[in-house]
């Protein structure tokens, strides 16, 4: 496994200029253009419906408070507005 996770496989480096990378791909695969933002939102919300401590989540994220991280968790998606609303209850 390389140091990167995008890796060029022609040269064997990262890829300088990732949104031309993530344009790239979608268009190769056919499917709808998404960002690397898009990406993780959607790994943020698979692990908290896997139950991933709060606190695991936000370190992946490099939030520095946990308060940043659950309010990027609730835009996600309103059953995780409740369950966090419950929690406080």
């Given at each position: 496994?390389?140091?990167?996770?995008?890796?060029?496989?022609?040269?064997?480096?990262?890829?300088?200029?990732?949104?031309?990378l993530?344009?790239?791909?979608?268009?190769?695969?056919?499917?709808?253009?998404?960002?690397?933002?898009?990406?993780?939102?959607?790994?943020?919300?698979?692990?908290?419906?896997?139950?991933?401590?709060?606190?695991?989540?936000?370190?992946?994220?490099?939030?520095?408070?946990?308060?940043?991280t659950?309010?990027?968790?609730?835009?996600?998606?309103?059953?995780?507005?409740?369950?966090?609303?419950?929690?406080?209850?």
């Amino acid at each position: 496994m390389g140091e990167y996770v995008f890796m060029n496989p022609t040269t064997k480096t990262r890829y300088d200029n990732r949104i031309k990378l993530i344009h790239s791909l979608c268009e190769k695969a056919g499917v709808k253009l998404f960002t690397y933002h898009n990406l993780r939102h959607w790994g943020a919300s698979k692990l908290a419906k896997e139950n991933v401590p709060l606190t695991d989540i936000q370190k992946l994220l490099g939030h520095t408070r946990p308060t940043t991280t659950d309010n990027y968790l609730q835009s996600l998606s309103p059953s995780l507005s409740d369950a966090i609303n419950k929690l406080e209850e």
